[in-house]
Each structure stands twice: as C-alpha cells, then as structure tokens.
Nanobody, 124 residues
Framework: QVQLVESGGGLVQAGGSLRLACVAS????????MGWFRQAPGKEREFVAG????????DYPDSVQGRFTISRDNAKNTLYLQMNSLEPEDTAVYYC?????????????????WGQGTQITVSS
C-alpha cells in the first residue's frame, strides 16, 4: 500500500513557475513508476509527466514538453514536478500517482495509487 500527499500548488501569473512535491509512504516507493496527471473542470484527467522507478526514463506530452520536468528522490520517497512558463491552460487540479509496473504509462487506468490533488491556477 502506498499513500501519496501532494503539496506546492497555488496561484501564479502566466509565465511563472511552481514546483510540486509528492511524498509517498511505504518502503517500496523506489519500485514504482510515478506520474503526474491533471484535471480541469469539465475535462478528462490528463497525463502530464511520467518517470520510471529508477528515474532514468521520463515522458511528457507535447503540451508540456520543455516546460515541465519530473524528477524523484527515492531516498526521500518524494516525487517532484517543476513547472516553468506556466500558461492559463495549465490551470487544473494536479495529482501524483504510482504504479507497481515500474515503467512509465500515460494511461491513468494503469496507476493504482493516487494523491488527493493540489490546485494550480494560472492567471493571465
């Protein structure tokens, strides 16, 4: 069992930056691939970044490529998402998620564990 708790959300102006963190409980954090997803009102949950269990592999959709960076510190059981050049379209609730598979997956159904979400609002 893994419990995930996100932090770092808030209100930021367009062009600004935020860094999200997701702290995981449990001893097996390093075995899980991790992902960040977001969901805006009226929209489906969207994959924004993924990282393999080792941190050697990452993946991003085109919408955030070059602006968002996912990383992890397995010694601290913590996942990060550095978000730069934020746009109003990035406004959403952001969730971290974990999958026992160990490899990156962009589909939300592949993830067994989810955090409670943190709101990010980007003003224009």
């Amino acid at each position: 069992q893994v419990q995930l708790v996100e932090s770092g959300g808030g209100l930021v102006q367009a062009g600004g930056s935020l860094r999200l963190a997701c702290v995981a409980s449990g001893r097996t954090f390093s075995r899980y691939a991790m992902g960040w997803f977001r969901q805006a009102p009226g929209k489906e949950r969207e994959f924004v970044a993924g990282i393999s269990w080792s941190g050697d592999s990452t993946d991003y959709p085109d919408s955030v490529q070059g602006r968002f960076t996912i990383s992890r510190d397995n010694a601290k059981n913590t996942l990060y998402l550095q978000m730069n050049s934020l746009e109003p379209e990035d406004t959403a609730v952001y969730y971290c998620a974990a999958t026992r598979r160990g490899t990156i997956n962009s589909g939300y159904a592949a993830y067994e564990y989810w955090g409670q979400g943190t709101q990010i609002t980007v003003s224009s």
